[in-house]
């Protein structure tokens, strides 16, 4: 596993060795910290087999500043925020670089509260991909918020051409307990396993723009995968690499 320093600088590993090089095989895992955009601004075009990413949208800033929600909060670990919002005036400039680098027929699927999904649906089609529908995560007890307390994320499911699911018997509802006590909104390995399983095979490359504690890298390398990923935190760069240090 190789990582970049936080000025963006290569500690010991290009990130072009990850994608069509005859050594491409040995490189397993890398992560970057760097802006979401601007990484993906460096990774070749159609290099990326699939996109698991779930951004700090910009609706967080008004669930915190009427208490329902902790996810930016400072953490226990940390005296700094974990999140710099990412706004919804940069999706489109977000979606235009995910759907260059992703390659044809490969599949996108974006963490997103329903709020967001209105935002982020039109500006994705926009930049090409089909909409097939919203997954559901059911996180099986109820959180914070206000009218009707929030049980579920949503996980918007795009397409670049068209490729088929590895078992069409899974549901569009998603049944695991949201993770408790650990990094800020943390997902839980296994749902990042089932969309990961579902839309790659062994040795295809799995890229998240906004890691965080790195769940889909640890889902990725689990399945055979290899992984991709940055965040603009610094903290999150450091919880990420301790956590798939023992996979790779």
């Not at 990850?18 to 070749?44: G, Y």
């Not at 902790?70 to 974990?82: C, F, M, V």
């Not at 959180?143 to 699911?165: A, C, D, N, Q």
């Not at 049944?175 to 396993?193: H, I, N, T």
Request: charged content about 25%; glycine content about 6%; proline content about 7%.
């Amino acid at each position: 596993m190789t990582d970049h320093g936080g000025d963006g600088t290569p500690m010991s590993l290009e990130l072009p060795r990850l994608f069509p090089e005859p050594d491409a095989a040995r490189v397993r895992c890398t992560l970057d910290n760097v802006d979401a955009v601007e990484w993906l601004q460096t990774l070749p075009a159609a290099s990326v087999d699939l996109i698991v990413t779930d951004p700090p949208y910009e609706s967080l800033e008004k669930h915190r500043a009427v208490g329902t929600t902790t996810r930016l909060k400072h953490s226990k670990a940390s005296s700094n925020d974990w999140f710099s919002i990412f706004p919804n005036s940069r999706f489109p400039e977000f979606f235009a670089e995910a759907y260059r680098v992703l390659a044809k027929n490969r599949h996108f699927y974006l963490f997103c509260d329903p709020e967001t999904m209105f935002v982020a649906k039109p500006a994705a089609e926009l930049a090409g991909f089909k909409f097939w529908k919203p997954l559901v995560w059911d996180k099986l007890s109820i959180g914070m918020g206000y009218h009707y307390r929030s049980r579920y994320e949503f996980v918007l499911f795009f397409e670049k051409g068209k490729r088929k699911l590895a078992d069409l018997g899974v549901p569009d509802i998603i049944d695991e307990p949201r993770v408790r006590g650990e990094y800020p909104a943390q997902k839980p390995v296994r749902v990042s396993e089932v969309l990961i399983g579902q839309s790659t095979t062994k040795g295809e490359l799995v890229v998240d723009p906004f890691m965080g504690s790195g769940s889909t890298g640890r889902a990725a390398l689990s399945l055979g995968r290899r992984f991709a990923g940055t965040d603009i935190s610094p903290n999150a760069v450091a919880l990420t690499r301790s956590r798939l240090s023992s996979l790779v």
